[in-house]
């Protein structure tokens, strides 16, 4: 007769160790923390080093009773695991006053100091919008955040493979001594991915300094930079030439209304970049800047451009048309340009020719998202192109903005569209088009 008395034991406690793992790794930590008082097995499953690589903590400017919670078990998790972290982000949400700026530099200068002396795998580090030039930073604090901060870059030199320190607004000396903190030790980076957007304070025209040239000189191994127009000019075209043209393959530039832009570049500077560069594309984000004379000291025809986006945030300005760029500066890159994207407030002028025109003439243009003030036709005249097979755009993302409160005429003449080319649509695009009333 069999004995009874034995509990009978779950089929997950025969649960090999990767598939334990791989369900702890879809646990947030409060669940992870609950499972591993299930057994001893499935403790060990929680100290699995695969399951603590990736960490972001978002640090709350107004935070709730949950937030904060939230924040210092994150932290503590950090610092239990954290010779195991290899890829760390710190964001932060709404910081409005003095205090919470002291508490985050102390927090973080705590978190980075134990990581510091745990960790060697560190290989990628994220802490975005700072906002260091706000007056919620004292002077001191903000001081010792970034002497804090440029410790721990020295201690993770060696590995650090990606950085971002998008929206710091640091001055360019705060701003070069936090990027030659990765080449401290060597005097050379082999850092690979840089996003240094927004990351001078506005206005302050890097293009022109000795000491950012300097410093920019010490990467060596660059293949995604990341960076505002107001630090290009030809002495730093020249350097990733020099010494990360092997290695260079992207290039996303952001051009605002606020930064300078209006240092002279010359097309050779950048034709000699990319021959040496072969692999080379560069991407470019306009804030703003809209007038043809701006973007055509900018635009040069020597650049590999793979994806242009012109944003007017919303704004009218009768100053500025968009026809010559359309016509005369964007068709040089017919054969490169894949990506195109305007949000526009066009309302002075109808552009639905000169577009066509355009995504006709690009035979490479994969991506279009458009929004502006367009004809229905627009669309039909579009998608029979794009049947004809006489483009390849397969993404088609467009808001006809319109200045009538009731749309319901056109999105009928929209939804008739749709059904005169669903074969295709459904077929071979990633396909979305909307009416909308910009009253």
Not at 181 to 207: Q, V
Not at 214 to 232: D, G
Not at 387 to 406: D, L, M, N
């Amino acid at each position: 007769m069999e004995d009874s008395s034995e509990p009978e034991q779950s089929s997950w406690a025969h649960l090999p160790d990767v598939c334990l793992r791989r369900a702890f790794h879809w646990l947030d930590d409060r669940d992870r923390s609950r499972a591993a008082l299930v057994c001893k097995k499935w403790n060990w499953a929680m100290h699995s080093g695969c399951l603590w690589r990736s960490r972001s903590i978002t640090f709350y400017g107004r935070p709730s009773r949950t937030n904060t919670l939230e924040i210092k078990g994150a932290l503590w998790y950090v610092k239990k695991f954290g010779k195991y972290l290899e890829h760390l982000e710190i964001k932060l949400s709404n910081s409005y006053n003095t205090t919470f700026t002291q508490n985050f530099q102390v927090t973080v200068r705590g978190l980075l100091s134990h990581l510091g002396k745990c960790n060697s795998r560190l290989v990628s580090l994220s802490i975005k919008c700072l906002e260091l030039d706000r007056l919620i930073w004292k002077n001191v604090v903000r001081a010792q955040f970034i002497k804090n901060l440029g410790t721990f870059l020295k201690r993770m030199s060696k590995q650090l493979d990606y950085l971002n320190l998008k929206g710091a607004r640091v001055t360019l000396e705060e701003g070069c001594e936090l990027l030659n903190s990765l080449s401290c030790l060597t005097n050379k980076s082999f850092i690979s991915e840089i996003n240094i957007e927004d990351f001078f304070s506005l206005h302050l025209p890097a293009y022109s300094s000795t000491l950012f040239h300097q410093t920019m000189s010490k990467f060596h191994s660059l293949v995604i930079l990341t960076f505002n127009y107001n630090c290009i000019s030809d002495e730093l075209l020249d350097i990733l030439r020099e010494h990360s043209a092997h290695s260079l393959c992207t290039l996303n530039i952001k051009c605002h209304i606020h930064d300078p832009h209006g240092q002279l570049v010359w097309g050779m500077s950048w034709a000699n970049l990319a021959k040496r560069a072969p692999k080379l594309n560069v991407n470019f984000f306009f804030e703003r800047v809209m007038k043809h004379d701006h973007l055509a000291r900018i635009l040069l025809a020597e650049i590999p451009v793979r994806s242009i986006s012109l944003q007017s945030c919303y704004l009218s300005d009768p100053d500025w048309v968009l026809r010559p760029t359309l016509t005369n500066l964007l068709p040089a890159y017919w054969h490169v340009l894949q990506e195109l994207t305007l949000e526009l407030n066009n309302d002075h002028e109808l552009l639905d020719d000169e577009l066509l025109q355009l995504i006709l003439l690009c035979k490479r243009l994969l991506f279009l998202k458009v929004w502006a003030f367009l004809s229905v036709s627009f669309v039909e005249r579009l998608l029979q192109n794009r049947a004809e097979r006489k483009c390849i755009v397969t993404t088609i993302k467009v808001r006809i903005y319109t200045t009538q409160q009731e749309t319901s005429e056109e999105d009928r003449l929209l939804g008739d569209i749709y059904r005169k080319f669903k074969f295709l649509i459904d077929s071979e695009l990633n396909y979305f088009v909307i009416t909308y009333p910009m009253v």
